[in-house]
């Protein structure tokens, strides 16, 4: 773990709920999650596809849109405040100055009719009153400089179609770190890339975020990114975290019956090939029909019975700063432990 990671957060979301209705139903996209994050922390947020990693993040950011999205409740403290109860216009300051976030897609995120260096510089102008357009576009190719963009300063002219799939993904490291802020979501920001790229953006996002002391909450299905960059790791599912602990807690001695089972299913070089590739049963839960008060995991997981299915698993320590939401943790963890995984 980091020396400059402090004790004390920079976000605490408690009891997040935000839904999406449509024809008379309710999804429970985010349904009562809890989290916290350190300053100066590397934060990694891990969960199949449909378990709300992306909409817990554009809650905390407040841009879900209604209809058909809506934030039901739950706080979002953000150093020291609540911007559940911020306005608009506050909020507005807020993002992308103290709270940036890279989406999945800068294809899509990148504007295509405004040139690299002036949507970099347009963050700068707009939540830095008093700095000139000269300034700003000074700032933006520096910025693309400590991103390795090769002569920044005639690339900040260019448009986003003449960037490659890595190129546009460092700009939009470049863009989301311009104001320099406290906390930075990166929604899956590697995915459309390849392998040798991949490690290239991950390992200027990391250095990005060593240099400004910014908190970074990685959203992402790649437990081998987790394991070699982050801090702390937030497994969810179903809506909510149903462990979170140190990376070592998390590889080293799961505790909920998901996380194992998301480890086991990560292919093995040291395996022969008639050992196969283990697959977690059954399909991920659709939360508009699931009942609230049962443990979403209940009937994929090998350990549940009747208890599973009628009552909600609350958050308990495994060790010291490591929680699980598992009513059969305890023998899960016997398991994992005998079978030396």
Known sequence: ??????????????????????????????DDMSYSVRRGEFCAIIGESGSGKSVSALSVMRLISYPPGFIKGGEIIFDGRDLMGVSDKEMQSIRGSEISMIFQEPGTALNPVMTIGAQIAE??????KGVSRAEAEKRAAELLALVDIPNPETRIRDYPHQFSGGMKQRAMIAMAMSCRPKLLFADEPTTALDVTVQAQVLEQMNDMRRRFGTSLVLITHNLGVVARYADSVKIMYGGRIVESGTTDDIFLSPAHPYTMGLIRAVPRLDLPRSHGLYTIRGEPPDMSATPPDCCPFYYRCPYEYERCRTERPADEEASPGHVCACFRRELAAADWKEAGT
């Open 123 to 128: 963050n700068i102008r707009l939540h830095e």
């Open 1 to 30: 773990m980091d020396d400059n990671i402090r004790g004390d957060s920079i976000l605490e979301v408690r009891h997040l709920r935000t839904s999406f209705f449509a024809d008379g139903s309710e999804l429970r996209a985010v």
